[in-house]
């Protein structure tokens, strides 16, 4: 079995990620941050370490400005809810992932804020200078994947984020194609709000992520999406003003936290730049091998360096779908077929409203098995 689906889930998992979740179950297994025992003691000792591998990893200078939550999702619908107001107004792109489309659209259609969508070009390419030229005085914030879950390719955030603090603009990255594979610097990239979720390229388990939260934003301007018990403040009725316990309300996923703990420092063990150096290799080499197959369409940059190791494809005269289910059943690869929750992209590629069939690619793959998955296509495409 060739696993190429890791831009929706990374799998395998670190070894080191089992056994932190097995250790949590079998000898901590409290609730942290309300008792004051021994297990809820340490419990609350893997959520804050937890916090500080993700501060390393993105460069947040307080790690209690990272706000965990279930995936990127809610972080998105945290910062997009939880910031936005009557009469603002907001730029995005057309690469976009339906977890930021569709709560802004949800945000428009309730009157609440303006939309303005850049166009990127086919390849997936946004120009900061079109972000730039979409901006308004009433405009609250910029929001942006880090890059496309379709084609991969990597969006200009750093030049955006120049741009944003120019004009005192906000700006939220979606970066759950990234975090993990792809080099992260809130400080240096200027970024206000950054979304994670912790079971792609951060080798964590499903149920996991989080928001990090930047010193440009205030905790009392953030409404937090749910409201309720903290472990803090419990003389109160009101939800606590302060980061982290405003925006999470209770009892954590401490289980997946101290999976996720366990895979960030897998991260920071083999450094990023040498996780993004063998998928780079790995993407070139899918790359060159699919382009040299007659009837084959790829999608994207077509250029390595320029994307994530994520790569859409089509085969002329089949749906995704049927390429899928031949890869799957014929050849034991795995891989995503259809619109992958971003039909904004899809459109700006021309792939809409068929879609693709999309190979993952990440850490633990190897050269012999994207020699095979060609090799697949290719009888595939010759076979159709």
Known sequence: MIYFDNAAT????????????????AEVGANPGRSAHRMSIEAGRIV???????ARLFNVANPLRIVFGANATEALNLALHGLLRPGDHVITSSMEHNSVMRPLRALEEAGIVEIH???CSS???LDPADVESALRPETKMIVLNHASNVVGTVLPVAEVGEIARRHDTLLLVDAA????????????MNIDLLAST????LFGPQGTGGLCIG???EAHEIEPVKRGGTGSRSEREEQPAFLPDRCESGTPNTVGLAGLRAGVEFVLQQGVEAIRAHEVDLTRRLLAGLMEIHGVMVYGSHDAELQTATVSFGVEGLEPSEVGLKLDEGYGVLSRVGL???PAAHRTVGTFPVGTVRFGLSYFNTAEEVDAAVSAVREIAVGR
């Not at 804050?48 to 993700?54: F, G």
């Not at 194609?177 to 240096?188: C, K, V």
């Not at 912790?198 to 390229?201: M, Q």
């Open 10 to 25: 990374s799998w395998p998992k670190p070894a080191a990620v089992i056994d932190a979740m097995s250790f949590f179950m």
């Open 48 to 54: 804050y370490e937890t916090r500080e591998v993700l």
């Open 117 to 119: 969508v850049v166009p």
């Open 123 to 125: 390849e997936g390419f």
């Open 177 to 188: 194609q990234t975090a993990g594979a792809y080099p992260l610097d809130m400080e240096a």
């Open 198 to 201: 912790g079971h792609k390229a």
């Open 215 to 217: 010193e440009r934003v």
């Open 340 to 342: 992958h929750c971003a």
